[in-house]
């Protein structure tokens, strides 16, 4: 009996204590609309000082150098010089953002660039959102730049972009010189093959004897078709050699669909700002009535404690 007496004690407690809490907001709601006003003013404040960001948006697909198959199987591929994932360490190293910042004539970042600890700084964001190695379509990388103004961040864009071709050409140029070699002497095996060829042709012609059962002229028969097989498989590698150096077996750096720059900056984020402004004046409004509040009633306890 005495325990369902307390816990109602304790629920009428409670319900004076939320009521209380009600009549204190209540009483002292201009300093809780006060608190809102500041904080979406601080707000827009924020929004009207803080200097615009734009961002450029690039789809890159890495440099490829192309692949043919064995004589017989003159599958063309191409394959990507580096990993996506490589190349994306590459443009974050402050080597590379020193170069771009160079050719932007920045010298705001490469300061920063001077004064970071890790040597880099976030002038854009890099991520892999594709990984594949077919034909035509190698990893595609996505590059978001930031700038002051649209034409300022598409011109980083094309930079970081031009600079990564830059070093992707450099590595390709093993595979290039490999490919172009092969090009080389497959063309001198078929112009040895094609006067072989003319030569087996002529003796052929020029055989008195035309039984095919005749050893010498059946041997010379069987060179011929031989020699006719192998100009097929030769003229059939340099088609493929001359396909892998060229696009899109092979190709630099390069993007896809150009580079886009919306015309709305990315930053500040006017929605993001009014309502944390709103949720922290709103709250600045609470603290200030329930400060307020706690002050008053400490000054009447001690006024009421002076008086007895």
């Given at each position: 009996?005495?325990?369902?007496?307390?816990?109602?004690?304790?629920?009428?407690?409670?319900?004076?204590?939320?009521?209380?809490?009600?009549?204190?907001?209540?009483?002292?709601?201009?300093?809780?609309?006060?608190?809102?006003?500041?904080?979406?003013?601080?707000?827009?404040?924020?929004?009207?000082?803080?200097?615009?960001?734009?961002?450029?948006?690039?789809?890159?697909?890495?440099?490829?150098?192309?692949?043919?198959?064995?004589?017989?199987?003159?599958?063309?591929?191409?394959?990507?010089?580096?990993?996506?994932?490589?190349?994306?360490?590459?443009m974050k190293t402050p080597a590379f953002q020193r170069r771009v910042a160079e050719a932007l004539n920045?010298?705001?970042?490469?300061?920063?660039?001077?004064?970071?600890?890790?040597?880099?700084?976030?002038?854009?964001?890099?991520?892999?959102?594709?990984?594949?190695?077919?034909?035509?379509?190698?990893?595609?990388?996505?590059?978001?730049?930031?700038?002051?103004?649209?034409?300022?961040?598409?011109?980083?864009?094309?930079?970081?972009?031009?600079?990564?071709?830059?070093?992707?050409?450099?590595?390709?140029?093993?595979?290039?010189?490999?490919?172009?070699?092969?090009?080389?002497?497959?063309?001198?095996?078929?112009?040895?093959?094609?006067?072989?060829?003319?030569?087996?042709?002529?003796?052929?012609?020029?055989?008195?004897?035309?039984?095919?059962?005749?050893?010498?002229?059946?041997?010379?028969?069987?060179?011929?078709?031989?020699?006719?097989?192998?100009?097929?498989?030769?003229?059939?590698?340099?088609?493929?050699?001359?396909?892998?150096?060229?696009?899109?077996?092979?190709?630099?750096?390069?993007?896809?669909?150009?580079?886009?720059?919306?015309?709305?900056?990315?930053?500040?984020?006017?929605?993001?700002?009014?309502?944390?402004?709103?949720?922290?004046?709103?709250?600045?409004?609470?603290?200030?009535?329930?400060?307020?509040?706690?002050?008053?009633?400490?000054?009447?306890?001690?006024?009421?404690?002076?008086?007895?």
């Amino acid at each position: 009996m005495e325990t369902s007496e307390v816990n109602e004690n304790e629920l009428m407690q409670d319900e004076i204590s939320l009521f209380d809490l009600w009549e204190r907001l209540r009483d002292g709601w201009k300093g809780v609309v006060s608190g809102l006003v500041l904080g979406i003013a601080i707000a827009f404040a924020g929004i009207v000082l803080t200097p615009p960001k734009y961002e450029a948006v690039a789809l890159i697909q890495v440099g490829q150098v192309g692949q043919v198959g064995q004589i017989g199987q003159a599958k063309v591929s191409g394959q990507a010089v580096e990993p996506p994932a490589q190349a994306i360490e590459r443009m974050k190293t402050p080597a590379f953002q020193r170069r771009v910042a160079e050719a932007l004539n920045d010298q705001e970042w490469l300061d920063a660039l001077a004064r970071s600890a890790t040597g880099t700084v976030g002038a854009f964001s890099l991520q892999v959102i594709k990984a594949t190695a077919g034909q035509g379509q190698g990893p595609l990388i996505e590059l978001r730049a930031h700038g002051n103004s649209p034409e300022a961040a598409g011109r980083k864009a094309e930079v970081v972009v031009a600079e990564l071709a830059k070093a992707h050409d450099e590595l390709a140029q093993s595979g290039l010189v490999r490919l172009r070699a092969d090009l080389t002497v497959s063309r001198e095996k078929l112009a040895s093959a094609e006067r072989d060829l003319a030569a087996l042709t002529k003796l052929v012609e020029a055989a008195e004897i035309k039984d095919d059962r005749f050893t010498q002229l059946a041997l010379i028969a069987s060179l011929r078709i031989d020699k006719e097989s192998e100009t097929f498989g030769q003229r059939q590698m340099i088609m493929a050699l001359e396909t892998a150096l060229e696009a899109p077996a092979t190709q630099s750096a390069c993007v896809i669909e150009g580079i886009f720059v919306p015309e709305m900056p990315v930053w500040p984020k006017k929605t993001l700002l009014l309502g944390l402004g709103f949720l922290g004046g709103l709250l600045m409004g609470v603290l200030w009535v329930f400060v307020g509040d706690s002050w008053r009633r400490a000054r009447s306890a001690r006024a009421l404690e002076g008086h007895g």
